[in-house]
């Protein structure tokens, strides 16, 4: 498994977001995928028919996961399975490619044969009872900061899919999810540089667990 990773989140405000832009853009790199750091991600949460990871994040649950599928710039060639577990305030993420065809045959329930071990469990799971629920749409702007193994998020633009398992679907129907511009998430590995821990101290941010999953869960 993937090293466990430290993860904090802060609620945002407009001028909590612009102000922090132009600090992290000052003191860190934006990310080497996109040019200006700046991209579209659609990602496609799991989940059972209980609704277990929804609740047991709602609950504050210290050890639970959740299987999703990513999609970046509405690009179809790209697109990752990721199983994201929490365990007790640390985090990893594994990852593994997936190709457009399979993501079709996942969604739709056709038959598929899994081409990696991540892959075998997400089967295995959908066999058991696990489903795919909605569509998690933002906007991510992304800075790295070498020491630390440091990388900082702004999300924003949140928009609920409602129902829509669609992943491919430019036409799906989303809704923004109110009260929420914006998402800093930084995470680190063994520590974190005193120059990034001032460019993300913010007077008045709110730390927390803060979860597009369940916030657009509240739609459906």
């Given at each position: 498994m993937?090293?466990l990773?430290?993860?904090l989140k ?6 909590e977001?612009?102000a922090?832009?132009q600090r992290l853009r000052a003191?860190?790199d934006?990310?080497k995928h996109?040019?200006d750091?700046r991209?579209s ?6 989940d059972d028919a209980?609704d ?9 649950v210290?050890s ?14 790209f697109v990752?399975?990721?199983k ?7 985090c990893?993420k594994?990852?593994e490619p997936?190709?457009?065809d399979?993501v079709?045959a996942v969604?739709?329930?056709s038959?598929w ?6 892959l075998?469990?997400l089967?295995a799971?959908?066999?058991s009872?696990?489903?795919p629920?909605?569509i998690?749409?933002?906007?991510r702007?992304a800075?790295t900061?070498p020491a630390?193994n ?5 999300d ?7 129902d829509?398992?669609a ?8 809704v ?8 800093l ?5 063994e520590?974190l540089?005193?120059?990034v821990?001032?460019a993300v101290?913010l007077?008045?941010i ?8 369940a916030a657009?869960?509240a739609y459906?």
């Amino acid at each position: 498994m993937s090293e466990l990773r430290h993860e904090l989140k802060h609620e945002l405000g407009t001028a909590e977001l612009l102000a922090l832009r132009q600090r992290l853009r000052a003191v860190l790199d934006p990310d080497k995928h996109s040019p200006d750091g700046r991209y579209s991600v659609r990602s496609l949460y799991f989940d059972d028919a209980r609704d277990t990871a929804l609740r047991e994040k709602q609950d504050g649950v210290g050890s639970r996961q959740k299987f999703r599928l990513r999609l970046y710039n509405g690009d179809p060639g790209f697109v990752k399975l990721e199983k994201k577990i929490k365990r007790n305030g640390l985090c990893c993420k594994l990852t593994e490619p997936m190709r457009a065809d399979t993501v079709r045959a996942v969604i739709s329930g056709s038959s598929w044969t899994p081409e990696g071990p991540l892959l075998q469990e997400l089967k295995a799971r959908m066999a058991s009872g696990l489903l795919p629920k909605t569509i998690v749409d933002y906007t991510r702007e992304a800075y790295t900061f070498p020491a630390g193994n440091v990388r900082v998020t702004l999300d924003y633009d949140i928009r609920s899919g409602l129902d829509c398992t669609a992943l491919f679907d430019a036409g799906c129907t989303t809704v923004p999810v109110p009260g929420y511009p914006a998402i800093l998430a930084v995470k680190w590995d063994e520590f974190l540089p005193d120059i990034v821990r001032d460019a993300v101290a913010l007077r008045g941010i709110r730390t927390g667990a803060f979860s597009k999953y369940a916030a657009c869960r509240a739609y459906g």
